[in-house]
């Protein structure tokens, strides 16, 4: 059974935090549908040429390249008769091969080109919060007999003190 | 002049044999009454492996300049009218040549390691044995798997087949050995390590020798991979300096864990920690120079500057694995002794932020390492190839960035051991605030400012990212000011002095750390360069004589175009007039060459960089039906940062190399005691 969340529920800031989030989440949302020019910027950058350059679409230049003048020639055209975006780019990849695009896609076994990253993100965040712990448990290093170090108000005192001479 | 080379090689060869046996047999019978002499030749014959390899490397330089096309590498790299500078850059402008280029500068390397043993000789034997493992590799390739003095068959030609024209640009004289001196250069912590593993060193003095090498070693990867963006924007033509090639690649992972080590080694030097890390870090570097080498030689990955697929990618993989088992090998021997037992006081504390810009250093090496390697993953798992470009690498990697200039602003900040608050909030008030108003002024000013102003961040998330980073800066720019400004206040209260001389000797007491905070500013300057591609913009035209182009605030007028005809290369260029607010204020002159020894026809650019931005043209060639010629502008915000940023990254890095000058502060003398207490070892 589903539990509907009542935001008038929540605690005001956090209401108002949540609000905030979800009004800028459409505003990005709703981005993107730019003019012709924009959208052959856009999509020329996530296009290789296909000439053996290994260059993105739009900044391939080299002499006498046999494939990109034709290629951006196609973009326009797809642009110009009003093609959505992933045809555009569903009727390069037919055309050319899965490489004609510049970044993986997000479906299949390419999809684990953009998780693994987040993953070993993660992965590094438990390991380095495991070894703080680990070393914030240890216990103090043994001092030789005789030597009291200095613990909590006296310590802070001292430190206070090593500020006040420093100015720091 | 082959066969002299041909045998400088071979004796380096066994010179470099010698040294390492009979380096190897004095340090496992040390005890042995002929032991030290034996450890001595071998030293000599370490220190001889570079005038063999200086001779055989400068036997090809020299058949280069006399055009000795007998000698296969000299006909396919050189031609007659070579300049002079490009003939000396055909040392490293091949496969063989730069294999021969690379055992030169481990060689030299390891000549002056040699030379100055007497700081702990025993360290040093056993450095200079992993040196010339090391060295026995790269001999091996350049005598048996890719010999720069083999000869061409058949009749003597009359000319080369010239260097390729991409070379043939003045930062190509000086890229390739900066980037080399880095790559190299990494060996040599690597032999400090390992040597310091398997003796089991005390202590922490090698890892002081061992940071010293890798600053140095790390500045010259700094300046070889800017050279090569340099190179790339001033010759390539595409407007762009980084373009996440597999070879761009390739020296930007051992940077990132160059830069990661260069972090970590202060909580060894500091607080005795993270020795395993550290190990592991320094192998790494190395491991990954080695790696890069062998994705550009081996041709499994493809790449604009991949060298010709040979089978010398084979033993390159041989040496990683070999090298991987022997250092992993020596580990396990040894773990025991890198055991550390420092306590974590505070999570609020230098030692943490630390510990999370290691993280991030190695996410981003590690997201570089895994979209290198992807395409090749893909072919294996679902047959066929996928690309791993900008758009991947842009999107995956600025948010780390972003997360890395946080911690670059906070991590100053903190103290070891621990930080309380409050002196964290009163520190970080300041910065805060300032960088909030820089976000605000530049979402508040008029668009028509220039790039970086009137910032519309919820437009796109290229303006986003760009204001982030331009915001963070500020925010490290402020907390480095705010170090100098404190440290200098406290001199100049306690001296009199005035605030600037106060802030210099403050540096000139403590060159490591405020060489440090200059190396962070320089690296402030880099980003906000790098930002302002979100404002790039960029236009093709035809330009017939007195036709207009109009891109930012510049118009640009045609006025004429000519050809010239040199030994090397026939060019023909346009001549543009640049106007702003209607005065001319620049002419340009975008050019394109074709080489005749090599058939090849390349663009060069033609760029005025100012502080604001960057107007650069391409000469593209004529259209086929209307026979006008087709100019593309780029208008480039804020690049000429990127390179003032490197200046101020070098500058930092070698004032960081610099002794610490004394305080002059007096001390009243101690009295003596009978009986003076063991105290905690610390800092």
């Known amino acids: 059974m589903h539990k509907i969340v009542n935001m008038n529920k929540l605690n005001p800031t956090l209401r108002r935090t949540l609000q905030c989030v979800i009004l800028c989440s459409a505003v990005f949302a709703f981005l993107g549908a730019g003019d012709p020019a924009s959208r052959f910027s856009d999509i020329g950058h996530q296009l290789m040429c296909i000439c053996g350059c290994h260059q993105v679409l739009l900044e391939c230049n080299h002499v006498g390249c046999p494939d990109s003048d034709s290629m951006r020639n196609e973009l326009m055209a797809s642009i110009t008769r009003g093609d959505s975006d992933s045809l555009i780019q569903q009727a390069f990849v037919q055309k050319y091969g899965p490489t004609v695009l510049a970044a993986p896609t997000t479906t299949g076994f390419n999809r684990t080109a953009w998780i693994v990253p987040f993953v070993a993100l993660a992965l590094g965040l438990v390991s380095v919060s495991a070894v703080v712990r680990a070393w914030k448990n240890r216990p103090a290093p043994a001092i030789a007999d005789g030597i009291k170090p200095p613990r909590g108000v006296e310590l802070e005192q001292f430190r206070e003190q090593a500020r006040k001479d420093t100015e720091l | ?683």
Request: charged share 15%; with cysteine; glycine share 8%.
């Open chain 2, 1 to 683: 002049m082959a066969a002299i080379g041909s045998f400088a090689l071979l004796l380096a060869l066994g010179l470099s044999v010698y040294s390492f046996l009979a380096g190897i047999f004095a340090l496992i019978r040390q005890h042995d009454e002929s032991s030290p002499r034996i450890g001595e030749t071998a030293r000599r014959a370490g220190v001889m492996i570079f005038a063999a390899v200086l001779l055989a490397s400068l036997v090809l330089v020299v058949s280069a300049f006399q055009d000795n096309f007998t000698i296969a590498y000299i006909f396919h790299h050189s031609n007659r009218a070579l300049s002079l500078p490009y003939k000396f850059a055909v040392l490293w402008s091949g496969q063989e040549g730069s294999l021969l280029f690379w055992s030169l500068l481990l060689a030299a390397y390891g000549f002056v390691l040699r030379l100055r043993y007497k700081t702990d000789p025993r360290l040093f034997a056993y450095a200079s044995v992993v040196i010339a493992g090391v060295q026995i590799f790269f001999l091996l390739l350049v005598n048996f798997a890719a010999n720069p003095f083999g000869l061409l068959g058949g009749p003597l030609r009359a000319d080369g087949s010239g260097l390729n024209p991409l070379l043939q640009y003045p930062e190509m004289v000086i890229h390739p050995p900066m980037l080399y001196l880095g790559y190299v250069g990494f060996t040599v912590p690597f032999a400090f390590a390992l040597g310091a593993l398997i003796m089991r060193y005390p202590g922490e003095k090698w890892i002081h020798i061992t940071r010293r090498w890798t600053m140095v070693t790390w500045g010259f990867l700094t300046c070889g991979i800017f050279l090569g963006a340099h190179w790339a924007y001033s010759v390539l033509g595409w407007g762009g300096y980084w373009g996440w090639d597999p070879v761009e690649n390739a020296s930007l992972m051992p940077w990132l864990v160059g830069t990661a080590f260069l972090h970590s080694v202060m909580m060894q030097e500091k607080r005795g920690m993270l020795k395993v890390w550290n190990m592991w870090l320094v192998f790494a570097t190395f491991w990954l120079s080695i790696l890069g080498t062998f994705l550009t030689r081996s041709g499994i990955i493809s790449s604009v500057h991949a060298f010709a697929q040979s089978s010398i990618g084979d033993w390159f993989a041989w040496f990683l694995a070999i090298s991987l088992a022997v250092f992993v090998y020596f580990f396990f021997k040894n773990k025991e002794h890198l055991r550390s037992e420092h306590k974590l006081e505070s999570l609020v504390s230098r030692e943490s932020s630390f510990l999370f810009n290691n993280l991030l250093f190695m996410l981003a090496c590690f997201i570089v390492l895994w979209g290198t390697w992807f395409p090749k993953i893909s072919e294996l798992v679902q047959g066929n190839k996928v690309t791993v470009g900008p758009p991947f690498y842009n999107r995956v990697n600025i948010p780390v960035a972003l997360l890395l200039l946080v911690l670059t602003a906070v991590g100053p900040l903190l103290a070891w051991r621990k930080t309380s608050l409050e002196s964290l909030k009163r520190n970080f008030f300041g910065p805060t605030m300032g960088a909030i108003a820089v976000a605000i002024f530049l979402m508040a000013t008029p668009p028509s400012w220039g790039s970086p102003f009137g910032l519309r961040p919820w437009q796109d998330m290229t303006y986003f990212y760009s204001l982030m980073a331009i915001s963070l800066c500020a925010l490290v720019t402020f907390t480095v000011a705010s170090e100098f400004y404190r440290g200098g206040k406290v001199i100049s209260n306690k001296t009199g002095q005035g605030m600037f001389a106060s802030m210099v000797q403050l540096t000139h007491r403590n060159t490591r750390r405020y060489g440090g905070y200059i190396v962070h500013f320089g690296v402030v300057v880099v980003i906000i360069g790098i930002a302002g591609a979100a404002f790039n913009q960029d236009k093709e035209q035809e330009m017939g004589y007195g036709d207009k182009a109009t891109i930012g605030p510049y118009t640009l007028v045609c006025r004429s175009y000519t050809q010239d005809d040199k030994a090397n290369y026939a060019s023909e260029w346009a001549i543009m007039e640049v106007y702003k607010n209607g005065h001319m204020i620049d002419t340009l002159t975008p050019e394109r060459r074709f080489y005749k020894a090599s058939q090849q026809t390349t663009t060069l650019p033609a760029v005025r960089s100012t502080l604001a931005d960057d107007l650069y043209l391409v000469y593209e060639g004529q259209n086929p039906d209307t026979q006008k010629p087709i100019l593309k502008f780029h208008l480039n915000p804020l690049v000429m940062w990127i390179w003032m940023g490197v200046w101020i990254i070098l500058a930092g890095t070698i004032l960081a190399l610099i002794p610490n000058a004394q305080a002059a502060v007096r001390v009243p003398a101690p009295r003596l005691v009978e009986h003076a207490a063991p105290v905690a070892t610390g800092d």
